[in-house]
């Protein structure tokens, strides 16, 4: 590590109390996405976002779609030009934390105990934000001049969608980024490869009559149980991907029927599917029609068809080549002394936004997917302080 960057890391170090007072004051900002009033909450956490900025002589701005959409906050710190930009942060906006029995008293007053930050959003995403801010805060600190701009970005409604936010800040031109870290909680691993997805509906059609001449009919419901009890054994052909596991279908809904005494003439479910490297979403839908043909030549009864309820992303996976992962590993392992691990993600989730254009894109920050959504979320504190020197050690060397 040269001198100036072991300066920074130190710096971080120095100021721990700072970064997780930053995440505590952002957990305390109850940034529901689904509440009615969520605008004004975004902007009273974007305004706190924007005065820690100005501090550091930085302006960010309000983006958002049309007069009414939900505002994100974006920050530029400007380089000297010529140098690649890096993009880092993720979404404010949390889920509700009505439960009573917090450890904390409240999901929105965070505390740390036992080198747990508790609170909602400490791992999803406040923690992975207040990492990001505390970055761009020991670069300016330790008076770091780069060529390439860093870029903060706080976007808004992840939680029920994110159409107004890290989608349109990217379709709106309003970040100019050649890498983006997304400090979703990883349990700081580096995520290089992300799941597609897609969504299928399967109507099956039977016969209708009379409930109590079940004989003269064909009942859809039945039948569209024995077509999922044939998916869930057959699946997908596709061999478990080395470093993106299986290919995996959830039935998530399902409908039909119109009265207790009535064979029912239609049934249909929804099936979501997480893609792995090697499957489109053509081959998806061509495998499902193959083996709903098969069991119609099997079955005469059986009436099955299959379409697209939506097409969502395609499995994705940034190489090892990539300048971004070769130096997130080698900052991780300067920083712990331990090789950084990557690993393939459920989802690309806000990054799909940057990977469709062909910006690669990390997922890695602190604390766990399995803590979040619940009572008692929560983030190690070491990972929050290893987060903040990651991105900053590694703006250093993306944005030279
Ligand atoms: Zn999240």
Known sequence: MKAQEQILINWIDEHTDDLIQTAKDLISFKTISSAPDANERYDKINEYIASVFRKMGLEGKVVRRGENGSPN???????TGGGKNLGMGGHTDVVPADEPDWITGSGYEAKVIDGKLYGRGAADMKGGLAACITAIKALYET????????????????????FNGMVYVVESGSVNVDYFINAEQTNMKAMTGYKGNCWLKVTVKG???HGSTPHLGINAIEKASEVIDIIKKTGFTWEEHPFMGKSTINIGTISGGTAKNVVPGECSFTMDVRMIEGQTHESIIEEMRALFKKMM????????????????TKPIIIPDSEEIVQ?????????????LVTDSFISAGDMNHYLVRGIPGIMCGPGSLSDIHKINEFCYVSELIEAAKLYSLAAMRLCK
Do not use: Q
Not at 327 to 339: A, P
């Open 73 to 79: 906050f974006v920050v530029v710190m400007k380089g």
């Open 327 to 339: 130096v997130l590993k080698e900052c991780g392992k300067e920083i712990t002394g331990k090789e």
């Open 297 to 312: 030549r099997e079955d005469k009864d059986l009436n099955i068809s299959v379409d697209f309820e939506s097409e969502g």
């Open 143 to 162: 008076g770091v001049k780069l060529a390439g701009d860093v870029v903060f970005v706080a976007s808004c409604d992840e939680e029920v969608g994110g």
């Open 207 to 209: 016969s209708p009559a």
